[in-house]
């Protein structure tokens, strides 16, 4: 065995492949069992359109943001065509990711790329992408991969502003002739909607992931330009398109099975934990997200710490990583983030600041406030500054409409910015530190 062949490198590679794989289909799953539609509802619209905004309830996607109504829709494409209608947006922002089952956004249809004026598209799987073509007037979007996630972000505002937000996107419609079966394969773990999908593929045993990615590559296959790591699953006895059976494999690639999740994960979280640009305490998330190539070990981080995540040219997301003087932030601690006139964030659309816990989801507090957005009703400076403010507490010199209220317990903050600008896009504008209020 050469080192090029080493079967326990080779098994925690194919665990870091197939990890964005098995999250795609456990995704799927955990959305799919809360949706109370009957299956006539179902037929007339295939999207799930959410009426209320995301709040500390939600526990389906990690770091969702605070900014729009989500729409969702899973449709499986291995029979035929699918179609989707938008109706005129007349001034409001709105973008719906197609994401193939490995994680890569293949299109975005809304506000950039469509406009405002409406449209239909019909969506064509691999199987019949032969006799599907776009014209001058049909638009037509090829998936990778028989089954596609679609992802709808709308803005919308409490107020007035939601009623007339929830006409538009309940006016999207996604339609199929075909039956919307999807994969058959049996979720080997527990399916509790109550328990976050990141979470239940970590609960899975070493041989339990292996055989469950197995049968969803059988249903999905494997992208064009992953020859090569295919090739060398083959050492593991794991032939993309065949069931696989740990139990049937040498002691040595059972045991090297076995290691791999454990390696995987402590390799992607390192990279989580080093890659980008770090910034006055922030991590910029610049190139290659939303589309990954044969980066595999980022397309698995990037599933693990936020799936979905939008191509940067569409949304921007900026981590934090610490606070002005290097200290990880913590809930129970006060905290200001000032903007001068020349460096609130740089957006063409809106932006928004929310905070999450150590597991990436929002924090309960009696506001039901989880973040600051620039289209809400924040207080400026005289002289056109901003602060922004974070505690368990409102400070006292801080206007309660700036205060974005945490608890206890390591935090985290996340900035976004929909259709950045250019003083993004150059790396011109950078994002201010955050610095803690002490009483000293």
């Not at 009426?51 to 943001?65: F, G, I, Q």
């Amino acid at each position: 065995m050469t080192a090029e062949r080493d079967i326990s490198e080779i098994a925690v590679e194919a665990y870091t492949y197939l990890y964005p794989l098995v999250m795609m289909e456990v995704t799927r799953r955990h959305i799919g069992s809360g949706d109370r539609r009957s299956d006539e509802q179902r037929r007339a619209n295939l999207f799930l359109h959410n009426h209320e905004m995301a709040s500390d309830k939600w526990r389906a996607v990690a770091r969702s943001n605070i900014d729009t109504l989500f729409s969702s829709a899973w449709i499986d494409l291995s029979d035929g065509p699918a179609t989707i209608t938008f109706p005129p947006a007349g001034d409001r922002y709105y973008m719906f990711q197609m994401l193939d089952m490995w994680t890569d956004t293949y299109a975005v249809v809304g506000s950039r790329t469509i406009g405002q004026d409406g449209g239909t598209v019909t969506l064509v799987g691999p199987a019949h992408a032969m006799s599907h073509h776009s014209t001058a007037h049909d638009i037509v979007i090829h998936c990778p991969t028989p089954t596609t996630w679609i992802i709808g972000r709308t803005y919308a505002k409490h107020g007035d502003d939601m009623n007339r937000a929830i006409e538009f996107v309940d006016a999207i419609v996604g339609q199929s002739e075909h039956e919307q079966t999807a994969t058959s394969v049996p979720f080997p773990g527990d399916g509790s909607t109550k328990i976050p999908p990141v979470t239940k593929v970590q609960r899975l045993t070493a041989q339990e992931f292996f055989e469950y990615a197995a049968r969803i590559v059988q249903h999905e296959g494997i992208r064009n330009t992953d020859g090569s790591i295919a090739l060398r699953l083959r050492a593991l006895g794991f032939v993309p398109g065949q069931r696989f059976d740990v139990t049937a494999q040498s002691a040595d690639v059972q045991t090297a099975i076995t290691n791999a999740p454990a390696i995987a994960m402590k390799r992607i979280k390192h990279l989580l934990n080093s890659r980008g640009n770090i910034v006055n305490g922030w991590s910029t998330t610049q190139g290659d997200i939303g589309t990954y190539g044969n980066s595999y070990t980022l397309r698995a981080a990037i599933a693990y710490i936020g799936l979905a995540a939008n191509p940067t040219i569409d949304a921007v997301y900026i981590g934090s990583i610490a606070d002005s003087v290097g200290d990880k932030l913590d809930g129970s601690r006060q905290y200001r983030i000032h903007y001068e006139p020349a460096d609130i964030p740089p957006a063409l659309a809106f932006w928004s600041i929310t905070a999450y816990d150590h597991e990436g989801f929002m924090m309960s507090n009696p506001l039901n406030r989880f973040g600051i957005r620039s289209r809400d009703s924040v207080e400026y400076n005289d002289d056109g500054s901003l602060d922004i403010y974070t505690g368990p507490e409102c400070p006292p010199m801080a206007p309660e409409d700036n205060w974005i209220p945490t608890i206890p317990g390591p935090i985290a903050l996340q900035i976004r910015l929909y259709s950045p600008s250019e003083a993004y896009l150059d790396g011109s504008w950078t994002p201010a530190p955050i610095r803690r209020i002490t009483n000293d």
